[in-house]
């Protein structure tokens, strides 16, 4: 009796410590189970990963070197100013011109090559930049002196085109605005004269009946002038017909110079015009202005046309680099870094096929 009390059911489950206790050999037990399973297919994750990695490496190493050519120019963009020039330099027309004076200089591979990423321009605080890569080593003294030549004879015409329809914009809306205040001063004009011969037709009153001791203050006598005697009325109306006519002649002449510039302007749009589908360069416009200088007498437009060649040579001036031949340097192919990118990137992969061809293997052995 007391021998059976003593006895303990088979089925009585463990205690919770001791199951506790059990969990970190399992996680042990397992984790040696992983490295066994990636040390009986190491040679299948090296087949995988390393050799891969290394032919990459290989294929990199082997490869073409490229090279690059910075030019730095000491022209100040804003953001807008630096889209519309690197618009015009990927346009359509300013590559055909810079592919065909290329494949001129026997360059015509390079020229079929040549995308965005072949000429680079950037902006900073302080100064523009014009990256060209490209190769072999020897050749890249003469490809960015093209592409050189390119982005400072010929891309400023269309810098050049911009600003002239800016400005013809600019003298029509001024024009428009001397047009529309026209009406209404001739009005106000023929309003002030017909005051002014009424006022001339009244009859001055007697200075005797007006009291005396009476100060006027006016903050503009004109548009109180109707307080006034008789005489200083006419005065005013008088001097503001003067005013009138003034302005009327004033706008006048003003209206008939913004005519002229509109004429001087739409004749140096036209010369850009015809000109820009050419290989036409700065230089050569500069010469048109000053032998066009000639043709006029007025010397509003002369003053105005010295002025306008005076900023195109600004122009060239700035549109020189800092150094004038750079080195040619070596671009780095980084060919370590990309094949331990591959390297990295397949191990993950030959580990991952290591287990499921194991997990395959068991399947097939239970099966059998």
Same mark, same amino acid.
Do not use: C
């Given at each position: 009796?007391?021998?059976?009390?003593?006895?303990?059911?088979?089925?009585?489950?463990?205690?919770?410590?001791?199951?506790?206790?059990?969990?970190?050999?399992? +996680?042990?037990?397992?984790?040696?189970?992983?490295?066994?399973?990636?040390?009986?297919?190491?040679?299948?994750?090296?087949?995988?990963?390393?050799?891969?990695?290394?032919?990459?490496?290989?294929?990199?190493?082997?490869?073409?070197?490229?090279?690059?050519?910075?030019?730095?120019?000491?022209?100040?963009?804003?953001?807008?100013?630096?889209?519309?020039?690197?618009?015009?330099?990927?346009?359509?027309?300013?590559?055909?011109?810079?592919?065909?004076?290329?494949?001129?200089?026997?360059?015509?591979?390079?020229?079929?090559? &040549?995308?965005?990423?072949?000429?680079?321009?950037?902006?900073?605080?302080?100064?523009?930049? &014009?990256?060209?890569?490209?190769?072999?080593?020897?050749?890249?003294?003469?490809?960015?002196?093209?592409?050189?030549?390119?982005?400072?004879?010929?891309?400023?015409?269309?810098?050049?085109?911009?600003?002239? @329809?800016?400005?013809?914009?600019?003298?029509?809306?001024?024009?428009?605005?001397?047009?529309?205040?026209?009406?209404?001063?001739?009005?106000?004009?023929?309003?002030?004269?017909?005051?002014?011969?009424?006022?001339?037709?009244?009859?001055?009153?007697?200075? @005797?009946?007006?009291? $005396?001791?009476?100060?006027?203050?006016? +903050?503009?006598? $004109?548009?109180?002038?109707?307080?006034?005697?008789?005489?200083?009325?006419?005065?005013?109306?008088?001097?503001?017909?003067?005013?009138?006519?003034?302005?009327?002649?004033?706008?006048?002449? &003003?209206?008939?110079?913004?005519?002229?510039?509109?004429?001087? @302007?739409?004749?140096?749009?036209?010369?850009?015009?015809?000109?820009?589908?050419?290989?036409?360069?700065?230089?050569?416009?500069?010469?048109?202005?000053?032998? &066009?200088?000639?043709?006029?007498?007025?010397?509003?437009?002369?003053?105005?046309?010295?002025?306008?060649?005076?900023?195109?040579? @600004?122009?060239?001036?700035?549109?020189?680099?800092?150094?004038?031949?750079?080195?040619?340097?070596?671009?780095?192919?980084?060919?370590?870094?990309?094949?331990?990118?591959?390297?990295?990137?397949?191990?993950?992969?030959?580990?991952?096929?290591?287990f499921l061809l194991e997990a395959v293997q068991k399947s097939q052995a239970q099966a059998s």
């Amino acid at each position: 009796m007391a021998s059976s009390q003593k006895k303990i059911p088979n089925s009585q489950p463990a205690p919770r410590n001791v199951q506790k206790e059990a969990n970190p050999y399992e +996680d042990e037990i397992n984790l040696i189970d992983y490295l066994r399973i990636l040390w009986k297919w190491k040679y299948f994750i090296v087949l995988v990963s390393v050799l891969p990695a290394l032919v990459v490496g290989l294929v990199i190493f082997s490869g073409s070197r490229s090279y690059k050519v910075t030019y730095a120019y000491d022209i100040k963009l804003d953001e807008k100013g630096y889209k519309t020039l690197l618009d015009a330099f990927h346009s359509a027309e300013n590559l055909y011109k810079l592919t065909s004076k290329l494949k001129e200089n026997g360059f015509d591979k390079y020229s079929k090559k &040549m995308t965005k990423e072949n000429i680079e321009l950037e902006i900073s605080d302080t100064l523009l930049t &014009m990256t060209i890569i490209g190769s072999p080593e020897e050749d890249m003294q003469r490809i960015s002196s093209i592409v050189r030549d390119n982005f400072e004879k010929i891309l400023p015409i269309y810098s050049v085109k911009q600003g002239l @329809n800016s400005t013809i914009a600019e003298l029509k809306a001024r024009m428009a605005d001397i047009d529309e205040s026209r009406f209404g001063l001739e009005l106000e004009l023929e309003r002030k004269k017909a005051i002014s011969a009424k006022l001339k037709n009244l009859k001055p009153t007697d200075p @005797n009946k007006i009291p $005396s001791g009476i100060v006027l203050q006016f +903050d503009n006598v $004109s548009q109180n002038s109707e307080y006034l005697p008789l005489v200083y009325q006419i005065q005013v109306t008088d001097a503001n017909i003067i005013d009138l006519e003034e302005r009327i002649t004033t706008n006048q002449k &003003m209206y008939d110079y913004y005519n002229s510039l509109l004429s001087l @302007n739409e004749r140096l749009l036209d010369q850009v015009r015809n000109k820009t589908s050419s290989f036409y360069t700065i230089q050569e416009f500069h010469a048109f202005l000053s032998n &066009m200088v000639s043709d006029y007498e007025d010397k509003g437009l002369v003053d105005y046309l010295n002025a306008y060649i005076k900023k195109i040579e @600004n122009t060239i001036s700035t549109n020189i680099p800092v150094v004038e031949r750079p080195k040619v340097h070596l671009i780095p192919k980084g060919t370590t870094k990309k094949s331990v990118i591959v390297f990295a990137a397949l191990l993950i992969i030959a580990m991952f096929g290591a287990f499921l061809l194991e997990a395959v293997q068991k399947s097939q052995a239970q099966a059998s």
